[in-house]
């Protein structure tokens, strides 16, 4: 399914409209707003503007969908469009479907709270890691901020899921200690909708665990996690990776090498197994599916109501097959990191003379490979039969559903700097928002669904071949089906703002949360503004002081866009104008 999906989007001709599809940098200099006087007087302004607007008639959404390319940087996509024949080298722009003009487009800041991997109980913002223009698109130090300050799945996650700030590692988890609430899922299903999450990786990992509503102190307790998604009975749909008795490549380990901890354990799995040999037979309400054949028979037709689908793969769809030396990240004080550096040279204490690695130059098999070289594993659905499956269980709600889709292990390849894992990750999760997009059409409208798709974080900090030498160097077009020119100049995270795009009810409401001017990016929210306009798209209500940043707004670092003159303008505003 995939190669239709591929070919599909390799052979779209490029719309005559173009929109502005600016993924490079633009380095010209763009005025960024003052700070002091003016960011106090915006404030006054942003306030009355949120009193006024709160006066509206609010938009609501009845199904909400939200996308998170998980370590998937501008450049990512970018590179993406490249291969993919939808970059036009004459603009320089780029031609993806969801960056036409009916959609809000927007920049996205995804610091956490601190880098501290445990509670430190004062909640309070360290401001090193705010992001700041100056420091991010600094020619000496840029490179060394943006990978010394940079957010975890987990905490990037919590933000998403919970509109907070916490520190690296904490699963909707406070740093005062305590479990946080409400979460997004935790509010969809009070309104009576249904709800989901599908990843490419495990489905007890970060993202869906955030996104899923699980809530402890560590990320890596994933048995907590899984019996928490499982048990709290909040979660309608769960769907990902992670069968203990598959390896990487889709084969049967032998039984003393099952891992059970994503799946909540032995017990638990075990209960599983023992539901999905009866027909229609459940666990805690959830039809267990695990064969390609279970999760295709999801996409039409009659479903139950609630699904957890393991697939029969350990920790990845595809990423991590042979040849690979991906592994799950780990979480540092600077966010996820390999453990070992599989490949690169590229130098992990950035900041020093020497930076990245250029495909061409990286050592053995794997690294000059192209993509989809290597023979997939061919027992596993790809992201978008997940989705489609997840639709049609969810979609029976006339309520209507919350849907996470994480594209997983677009992270784990550019943590690996392996730019050919990354474009088919990459792609696989463009063809996973297709799905939605063909779904929205035909089975909904942008009248009652509203989907957003963004990233939890940059990873890898990919810039052009010469990157290392030339600061925040564009990456090269060497036209369809062949591979950019590029660099990794990091195997970690980085503090690299994201693009965030939106469509549906209750999109436009990422502009009273625009939180800065970035000069080459332009206006930027932080992923806590997900939390509220998803959280105030399902309830109709306002969430928060919109027009500020929770932990922003008392830094005094900050200036804010007065929200009232974003009205009259916006769609010049939010990236939607000519920008070179
Ligand atoms: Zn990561």
């Not at 638990?268 to 023992?274: C, D, M, R, T």
């Not at 990456?475 to 950019?484: F, K, Q």
Request: hydrophobic share 35%; proline share 7%.
């Amino acid at each position: 399914m995939w190669k239709n999906h591929f070919s599909k989007l390799l052979s779209r001709s490029v719309p005559a409209e173009t929109t502005r599809g600016n993924w490079g940098p633009g380095l010209s200099c763009r005025r960024v707003l003052g700070i002091g006087l003016v960011g106090a007087m915006v404030s006054i302004f942003a306030l009355a503007g949120s009193i006024l607007l709160g006066a509206e008639p609010e938009t609501r959404a009845k199904n909400v969908i939200l996308f998170i390319g998980d370590g998937a940087g501008y450049n990512t996509f970018l590179a993406t469009a490249m291969y993919l024949g939808k970059f036009d080298p004459k603009t320089g722009k780029t031609q993806l479907e969801f960056e036409g003009p009916e959609w809000l487009r927007v920049a996205c800041a995804t610091y956490p709270l601190s880098l501290s991997s445990k509670p430190q109980k004062t909640g309070i913002q360290d401001p090193e890691l705010v992001y700041d223009p100056a420091k991010a698109w600094d020619k000496q130090t840029g490179y060394q901020w943006l990978t010394k300050t940079a957010t975890d799945s987990a905490a990037a996650g919590t933000a998403m899921a919970t509109g907070q700030l916490t520190y690296n590692n904490a699963i909707n988890w406070s740093d005062f200690d305590q479990p946080l609430s409400p979460t997004l899922v935790e509010i969809a299903k009070k309104r009576g909708k249904s709800t989901g999450v599908v990843t490419s990786v495990q489905w007890s990992h970060a993202t869906p665990a955030t996104l899923g509503g699980a809530k402890v102190p560590r990320r890596d307790d994933y048995e907590t996690i899984a019996r928490q998604m499982l048990s709290a009975g909040v979660l309608d749909v769960i769907m990902g990776a992670g069968h203990p008795a598959f390896d990487n490549n889709g084969q049967p380990r032998s039984p003393d090498q099952y891992q059970y901890k994503y799946v909540g354990g032995k017990e638990i799995w075990e209960a599983l197994e023992a539901a999905r040999a009866k027909p229609e037979g459940t666990y805690l309400g959830f039809r267990p599916v695990v064969t390609k054949e279970e999760f295709a028979a999801l996409c039409s037709g009659p479903t139950p109501t609630k699904v957890v689908g393991t697939a029969a793969v350990a920790d990845t769809l595809q990423a991590s097959r042979s040849p690979s030396r991906m592994e799950s990240p780990t979480v540092t004080p600077q966010g996820d990191k390999k453990e070992t550096g599989s490949s690169s040279q590229s130098n992990p204490a950035a900041g020093q003379q020497s930076y990245g690695s250029a495909v061409g130059t990286l050592p053995s098999d794997d690294l000059t490979a192209k993509p989809f070289q290597h023979p997939r594993v061919k027992t596993v659905p790809d992201l978008p039969t997940m989705v489609a499956g997840a639709l049609n269980v969810l979609d029976d709600n006339p309520q209507g559903f919350f849907l996470m889709v994480e594209g997983g292990a677009i992270d784990w390849a550019n943590h690996a700097n392996r730019p050919d894992r990354m474009i088919e990750e990459t792609i696989d999760f463009l063809a996973a928002i297709e799905t939605v997009l063909r779904w929205v059409e035909k089975h909904s409208s942008w009248e009652e669904t509203l989907v957003i798709i963004t990233a939890d974080h940059e990873t890898g900090l990919i810039w052009g071949p010469q990157a290392d030498k030339v600061p925040f160097q564009p990456l090269v077009d060497h036209g369809p089906g062949r591979m950019p020119g590029l660099r990794y100049l990091s195997t970690r995270h980085s503090n690299s703002l994201v693009p965030l795009f939106a469509r549906g009810p209750g999109a436009e409401r990422f502009h009273r949360w625009v939180q800065g001017e970035d000069p080459v990016r332009g206006p930027y929210v932080h992923l806590t503004s997900i939390f509220h306009v998803i959280a105030s798209a399902i309830t109709g209500e306002h969430t928060g002081k919109e027009g500020q940043s929770a932990t922003a707004f008392g830094l005094g670092t900050y200036l804010y866009l007065p929200v009232f003159s974003c009205e009259p303008s916006f769609p010049a505003l939010l990236g939607l104008r000519a920008r070179n």
